[in-house]
């Protein structure tokens, strides 16, 4: 619960300072922003918050109370999972994340934890396509994700 109360702690002082938080569904990144790659930005009135970004760091670390917590932000506006994914899963997304080298011998972090938990808590938004999730896998050798999505097949 520390790790909420630290979040929401950041997002009130965001939301004191008027700084806008973007429920960024439609917004495609190609890569992930990080500080180096936002130094264009000179005028501190176009500083905003991706509220994506803050739920892609909580899936990666698989910190469920954080992730509830940030996807109750979309009270109003229904969060798509499926968006999300598929901008989690591309190959420019992914390599980016063996470039910065948030990876454990030389392998993406990402567990399959996250995704089984984004697919159980959204089960309502029905994932029938996810061959883009496993090509992903396969290529970045996330062999508990392939056999995650193989059982899901499997169930159904």
Known sequence: ???VR???ATLDIVEENEIPVLLDQGVILTRIPSITSMFHVEDASKTCVFLTICIWKSYELF???VLEFLLSKYNQT???SYLFLKMVYRDKWIKQ???NKRIFRKMPSLSFDSLKWMMEKFADQHFTDVDFILEIACKYLMFDTVEYLASRCKNN
């Open 1 to 3: 619960m520390k790790d």
């Open 6 to 8: 630290s979040v929401k």
């Open 63 to 65: 910190n469920i109370p």
């Open 78 to 80: 229904p969060f798509n």
């Open 97 to 99: 994340e063996v470039i």
